[in-house]
């Protein structure tokens, strides 16, 4: 059988990714989360696991550098890619929501201004409600932008809501729910059809 490279998103749900694997059969010894090696393999050598910023797993599938990738819904969206998405881990559980102070209007009469790390998702969401914006792409601390009156609102994701709620920001709008899911190639998909087949039917087994 052929190794499968899997490219894993760092972060906050590297560790509950490389528990599913565990428990689907695939044990990646020497993995821990303060190590600063990038390659790893399952003892019976079926995947190759590269580790990578989350928001470069859908990059690596799409050019066909890892022929799966496990990463968030909210990077898969933001990347705009076509791939197969086959699996929901239901793990980074969380939802996509437009935010902004408690007094902000949305209208289709002035062009908003939307600060965001996920900018593709934020001009797709108000494209299709026809709303004119402009977009502000940020890499972090986005809740700062209609403080500081650099946006009007922003689009961000919110878990426990305590990063809008601290700011004295409101959701304005909840826009869709968010998790990890699993992605293939196409072209892997359609070569190494019977190692990642069996990959997802281990991974299905173990998942609720
Ligand atoms: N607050 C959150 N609650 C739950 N899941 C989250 C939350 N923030 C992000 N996630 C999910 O976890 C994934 C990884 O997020 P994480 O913050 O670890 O990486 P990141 O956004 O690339 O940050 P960094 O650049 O600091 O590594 C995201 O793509 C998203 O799907
Ligand atoms: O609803 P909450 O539970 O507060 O979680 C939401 C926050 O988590 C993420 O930020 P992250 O922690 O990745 O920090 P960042 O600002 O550096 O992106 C996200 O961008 C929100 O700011």
Redesign the pocket.
């Known amino acids: 059988m052929e190794c499968i490279t899997l490219a894993l998103?760092?972060?906050?749900?590297a560790k509950g990714a490389i528990a599913i694997l565990k428990r689907a059969g695939f044990h990646f010894a020497d993995f821990h989360e303060k190590s600063r090696k990038l390659v790893f393999y399952d003892t019976k050598k079926q995947i190759k696991l590269i580790f990578v910023?989350?928001?470069d797993v859908p990059t690596y599938v799409d050019k066909g550098a890892a022929d799966i990738g496990i990463?968030?819904?909210?990077?898969i969206m933001e990347a705009q890619v076509d791939l197969y998405e086959l699996l929901d881990l239901k793990l980074?559980?969380?939802k996509f929501a437009v935010a902004g102070l408690p007094d902000q209007k949305i209208d289709h009469t002035t062009v908003l201004t939307v600060a965001s790390k996920y900018p593709n998702v934020a001009e797709h969401y108000f494209e299709q409600k026809g709303i004119t914006v402009d977009t502000i792409k940020l890499n972090?601390s986005v809740e700062l932008a209609p403080l500081i009156g650099m946006a009007d609102v922003i689009v961000d994701?919110v878990?426990t809501g305590n990063t809008i709620n601290e700011n004295g920001l409101t959701i304005i709008e909840d826009m869709e729910p968010?998790s990890?899911r699993l992605i293939v190639n196409k072209a892997s998909f359609a070569t190494k059809t019977k190692e990642i087949q069996q990959i997802i039917k281990k991974l299905e087994s173990v998942l609720e």
């Open positions: 998103a760092k972060g906050r749900t910023k989350a928001v990463a968030g819904k909210d990077n980074g559980k969380c972090g994701i878990e968010i990890t």
